[in-house]
C-alpha cells in the first residue's frame, strides 16, 4: 500500500555547502581553491574510519549508472543522504521500539526540540553550536538547500547519478534529514537507531563510504555561507565532528548489514488488480527471500522512473509462497504511484528495499488491539489481522475502517471475510462523505480501550487526529503505533 509520504505528489523522504571534507576528486571550480586545499588538510583527520563498503554497487542496474567494480575500501566520510530519509515529527516516546529479533530496527522518530533552559545547561558544547547553527539558517532553509545542491553537482558531479533526475520534491528532504540528525547529536539512543537504519537504506542507492566526505563538505560550505554572521572556526569544528559521527555510524551499518542481506530485491509482478479506477493491488514475486513482519513497510522502485523510490506498506503478514502485496492509490502527478497503479502489468520487474518500520504486534503480551485505518492505510492493518490469527492468539482486535465513501471502501471484503472467521474480530466501516476526518470521534463511541495496543495508518491528517483522540481517550503513549506523520503508508505516490 501507499507508504510512509505526506499528501504531496511523489513525495519520497528525504532530506540533503562550502566542505571540507576533502574530496575524492577535485572540484570542478578552481575557485578558492588554496582555501580549500588548507581547509581540506586541516580537516583530513577527522574523518571517521571505515569498515567496509556497501557493496550497493555490485547489484546496481545500469540506468543507475553505478561504478562496474566495487571500489576499495577508504576512509568513510559521510555520504549523500537519500531521497527516501523519513524526517520525523514525533518523540521517541510517542512510538515505541518492539523490534522482532533477527531483523533491522524500526526507524526511530526523532524528537522536536524543545530544550528547557536546565536542559540547554546539560546540552554538550558541540550541540549548543549545533542548534545555534540551525537557528540561524531556518529562516532561509530554501537557500541553504539550493546553495548545497549546487555545491555538490559542481564539485563532485560524478555524484549526481545517485540522485533522481528531477529533484523537485527531493530538494528539501535531504539537507533535512542531515540537519535534523546533526541537532539531536545528544541523544544517542535515538540518534544512533536512526542512523542506523538510514546507513542500511542507503546501500540501495549505490551510496558508498567515499561519497561522504562530499556531502559533508557541501553542507558545512552551505552553512558556512548562510551563518556567515555566526560562523567561527569553533563552530566549523563541531560541525566538523557531529557530521563525522553521523556518518561513521551509517557507514557501519551498512557494511554490517552488507553481510546479511542484498542491498536490493528484484521482484516480478505476478498479479494486478485495479479495485477502483486509482487503487490497485500489486503483488510481487522476489527474486530472493524478503524476510518482513506484518505492518512493516518498504520502498520500491519501477523501471519507468530510475532512483525514485517510494514507501509501500506490506498488505499481509509473511505467506508461505514467498509472494508479497502493496495497496497503492494513484495520487495527481504521482510518478510512482500512477505507474504502479496504471502501467505495471504481471512480468515487469520491481526493485524493493529493505523492510523497515515499527507499526508490528508485540505477541509477548496478550493486550488488545485497537485498529484505526483510512483509505489504503487499511493494508498494514490487515496485515496485523493476519499477524495474529497466524500466531493462534484470541485477543480481541477491532478495527475502523475509515473512507470519505462507499467506493473508497475497496477492501472491505477481504475484512469482513477475516471476520466471519475470526471471532476475536470485529471491524466496522467509518464513512465520512464530507472528509472531515470523522474516523478518531467514531472510536470514542466505543471502548473502553484502556488494555489496548493502537494501531493507526491513513492520511497525515488522519493519523495526527487519531492519535490526539487516542490520547484523550487515555490510550498512553507508549501503547499507540504507527509510522511517522512524514512518511505515511498510505497516501502514496
Known amino acids: 500500500m501507499d507508504a510512509p509520504t505526506t499528501t504531496s505528489a511523489d513525495n519520497g523522504t528525504s532530506g540533503g555547502g562550502d566542505g571540507w571534507f576533502t574530496p575524492h576528486k577535485q572540484p570542478a571550480s578552481t575557485s578558492g581553491s588554496e582555501q580549500e586545499t588548507a581547509e581540506g588538510s586541516r580537516l583530513a583527520a577527522l574523518r ?21 567494480a566495487r571500489a576499495e575500501p577508504t576512509p568513510p566520510i559521510p555520504a549523500p543522504v537519500s531521497p527516501d530519509i523519513p524526517i520525523p515529527a514525533l518523540a521517541p516516546h510517542d512510538i515505541p521500539k518492539r523490534t522482532p529479533e533477527g531483523l533491522p530496527p524500526s526507524e526511530p522518530r526523532l524528537p522536536p526540540q524543545r530544550t528547557t533552559p ?13 542548534r545555534r547553527t540551525m537557528a540561524e539558517v531556518a529562516p532561509v532553509a530554501d537557500k541553504v538547500t539550493s546553495y548545497f545542491y549546487a555545491l555538490l553537482f559542481v564539485r563532485h558531479p560524478d555524484l549526481r547519478s545517485l540522485f533522481p533526475a528531477a ?31 538510514l546507513g542500511r537504506g542507503h546501500r540501495k542507492y549505490g551510496t558508498r563510504p567515499e561519497h561522504y566526505p562530499a556531502v559533508g563538505e557541501c553542507l558545512i560550505g552551505a552553512l558556512n555561507k548562510y551563518a556567515a554572521q555566526i560562523w567561527s572556526p569553533e563552530l566549523e569544528a563541531a560541525w566538523v565532528r557531529t557530521y563525522t559521527t553521523i556518518s561513521q555510524v551509517m557507514i557501519d551499518a551498512a557494511a554490517v548489514d552488507e553481510l546479511r542481506a542484498p542491498a536490493w530485491w528484484y521482484a516480478e509482478v505476478v498479479s494486478h488488480d485495479l479495485r477502483t479506477p486509482d487503487v490497485a493491488v500489486v503483488t510481487v514475486r522476489p527474486d530472493q527471500p524478503y524476510p518482513f513482519l506484518a505492518g512493516q513497510y518498504t520502498s520500491l522502485e519501477t523501471p519507468w522512473w530510475p532512483r525514485i523510490w517510494r514507501h509501500y506498506s506490506f498488505a499481509s503478514a509473511p505467506r508461505s ?13 504521482g510518478w510512482v504511484s500512477n505507474a504502479l497503479v496504471h502501467r505495471a502489468r504481471p512480468g515487469d520487474i520491481l526493485r524493493l528495499g529493505p523492510p523497515t518500520g515499527s507499526m508490528t504486534v508485540d505477541h509477548t503480551t496478550d493486550s488488545g488491539l485497537l485498529c484505526l485505518g483510512g483509505g489504503t492505510g487499511i493494508a498494514p492493518i490487515k496485515a496485523l489481522v493476519e499477524d495474529v490469527a497466524e500466531h493462534g492468539e484470541r485477543r480481541p482486535v477491532e478495527v475502523f475502517y475509515g473512507a470519505r465513501t462507499d467506493h473508497d471502501l475497496y477492501d472491505i471484503d477481504t475484512m469482513l471475510r477475516l471476520q466471519q472467521s475470526h471471532p476475536w474480530l470485529s471491524v466496522r466501516a467509518v464513512i465520512d462523505q464530507q472528509a472531515r476526518v470523522q474516523l478518531p470521534e467514531a472510536i470514542r463511541r466505543y471502548g473502553p480501550w484502556n488494555e489496548y495496543d493502537a494501531f493507526v495508518s491513513g492520511p497525515p491528517g488522519m493519523i495526527r487526529s487519531g492519535v490526539d483522540a487516542l490520547r484523550d481517550i487515555g490510550i498512553p503513549w507508549d501503547r499507540i503505533r504507527h509510522d511517522s506523520v512524514e512518511e505515511l503508508v498510505v497516501v502514496g505516490d
Open 321 to 333: 509462497d514467498g509472494l508479497l502485496s502493496f495497496h497503492v492509490k494513484a495520487v495527481p502527478a
Open 167 to 197: 529533484m523537485d520534491t527531493q530538494r528539501d528532504r535531504l539537507l533535512k534529514a542531515l540537519l535534523t540528525a546533526a541537532e539531536h547529536i545528544d541523544n544517542t539512543p535515538v540518534l544512533v537507531d536512526y542512523l542506523q537504519n
Open 118 to 130: 536546565a536542559q540547554a545547561q546539560q546540552a554538550s558544547p558541540d550541540a549548543l553550536l549545533i
Open 48 to 68: 571517521p574510519v571505515g569498515r567496509g563498503t556497501t557493496g550497493a554497487e555490485a547489484n546496481t542496474p545500469s540506468q543507475e549508472t553505478a561504478p562496474a
